[in-house]
């Protein structure tokens, strides 16, 4: 039995269209902490469910997944029966899917998981197209979810690198995620939401 992809697609563009609009809508606030703890929700829940979708892609293609045009996504040598059963088989442990937690966001290890599954030319391997991309919402989840020393001066150091200068002694996550870089029109949070958004609609078309 294949599984749909169209759904798992339209469900994660609902999200990101949301938290655009939300934090958008913040954007044009002044500096608080109740802006800054929403905005920084938001980039915790664009994360989130770009890891949903790509685990719930990734297992549906390795049963047998079915793009919104109807053309099916096969693993390399044998389908398997149902998701837990294909989450089983690429997690060492075997334990149950919700006993277990996988990372998607780090793109060695997705790619060796993509490598082990399919062909060289399926379109799973477009999950890992921009590894810079993973490795962008990777430290700015890091800094707001730990604010460990290391996590923030890796934040600084990718502030530096995004916008050329540390604009702020202080900078938060939110001040960068509603910021622009250098020559783009869209603030960074819109920028990295519509790359996962537009990454979707290439993976499920």
């Not at 339209?10 to 500096?31: C, D, M, T, W, Y």
């Not at 998981?113 to 991309?133: G, H």
């Not at 890796?154 to 502030?159: G, L």
């Not at 938060?172 to 979707?200: E, H």
């Amino acid at each position: 039995m294949a599984y749909s992809l169209t759904s798992i697609f339209f469900h994660f563009k609902k999200e990101v269209e949301e938290l655009n609009r939300i934090v958008l809508g913040l954007s044009s606030q002044p500096a608080s902490l109740e802006r800054d703890t929403h905005i920084e929700g938001c980039f915790i829940r664009l994360v989130v469910s770009w890891e949903v979708f790509s685990e719930e892609y990734f297992l549906r293609c390795l049963c047998v997944g079915k793009t919104r045009s109807g053309y099916e996504i096969k693993p390399l040598i044998t389908s398997q029966r149902n998701k837990n059963d294909a989450f089983k088989k690429i997690n060492a442990t075997r334990r149950e899917r919700d006993k277990e937690y996988l990372d998607w966001l780090d793109s060695a290890l997705v790619k060796q998981r993509i490598n082990d599954f399919f062909r060289a030319n399926s379109r799973v391997q477009k999950l890992i197209d921009s590894p810079d991309k993973l490795f962008e919402i990777r430290i700015i989840r890091n800094a707001i979810a730990h604010r460990s020393t290391s996590a923030i001066n890796k934040f600084e150091k990718f502030v530096k690198d995004q916008l050329g200068y540390l604009y702020s002694l202080n900078p938060t996550m939110a001040d960068l995620l509603i910021m622009k870089k250098r020559g783009a029109t869209k603030i960074i949070f819109l920028l990295l939401s519509d790359y996962f958004l537009g990454l979707s609609e290439r993976l499920t078309k």
